[in-house]
């Protein structure tokens, strides 16, 4: 720690006020300790982008916020409602969406794989019909709304795979490294989309290396190192200043 531009993620005081708490998030491999994270929190209105070396466990504990690995013992608060992060609670799979690093797509069409979940959810035909194409739109993907997905590319995938997930109008996105392996073009349209979901204040966490994603402004910077989760640069040091969350 250096500067007072590293914190313990522990002893943060918080800018926003706290959306999601999770108490006791752990992961380990025998006696191996993989990551040992007492609480984290994640603010209404808050991106943050998680970085670290390959295998610190980022995307193991992204998995684990979606309910895709199992986080024996966690709790997670919502809203100030308490309750076990496994099994997975039914009121977190309505308000978060997960974007895989390599998305899975249906083999049908960029419209149907968009208007899945929204069926899923009950939505009536002609509200989902109103909803896809507010996310064609979005994503400016609405040229290839009838390509089946093996016709896409991998910036088109991406794109779906955001569309998708806003779509559903979730509280709070996950993105595992939503710029690996795209270039030019298709890498600066991710990082648009990306960059509007954080200037309109949607709860974001990401994975990422990219730097122009981490310079977007409002990102936090979170870092998981050696099982630790820390906050770094000037979002550190602006927060040691800022009244609790809550305290106000």
């Known amino acids: 720690m250096s500067g007072g531009t ?4 522990s002893s943060l005081v918080h800018l926003h006020a706290v959306m999601l708490a999770v108490h006791g998030l752990r992961k380990s491999f025998g006696e191996r300790v993989l990551f040992d994270v007492p609480e984290l929190h994640i603010g209404r209105g808050q991106a943050v982008v998680l970085t670290g ?18 986080a024996l013992g966690a709790q997670v608060t919502l809203d100030g409602a308490a309750m076990p992060l496994t099994p997975y609670p ?10 895989h690093q390599h998305p899975y797509l249906f083999r049908t069409s960029v419209r149907a794989n968009i208007a899945y979940g929204l069926k899923a959810a009950g939505m009536q035909a002609h509200d989902v019909a109103a909803r896809v194409d507010a996310a064609l739109a979005w994503a400016g993907i609405e040229g290839i709304c009838e390509t089946p997905p093996h016709r896409l590319s991998g910036g088109e995938i991406q794109r779906v795979a955001l569309a998708r997930a806003w779509a559903l109008d979730p509280d709070l996105l ?14 600066e349209q991710v990082i648009a989309l990306v960059g509007d979901l954080v200037a309109k204040g949607k709860s974001l966490l990401m994975i990422c290396h990219d730097r122009d994603l981490i310079a977007l402004p409002g990102i936090t910077r979170w870092k998981l190192s050696e099982g630790r989760l820390t906050v770094r640069g000037p979002q550190a040091k602006a927060a040691a200043g800022a009244e609790p969350a809550g305290r106000a």
């Open 6 to 9: 590293q914190q313990s993620f």
């Open 53 to 70: 070396v390959n295998g610190a466990g980022k995307s193991t504990l992204m998995r684990m916020l979606a309910g895709l690995e199992p």
């Open 90 to 99: 039914a009121a977190l799979r309505t308000r978060i969406a997960y974007v």
């Open 174 to 187: 996950l993105l595992d490294e939503p710029t690996s392996n795209l270039d030019g073009a298709a890498r």
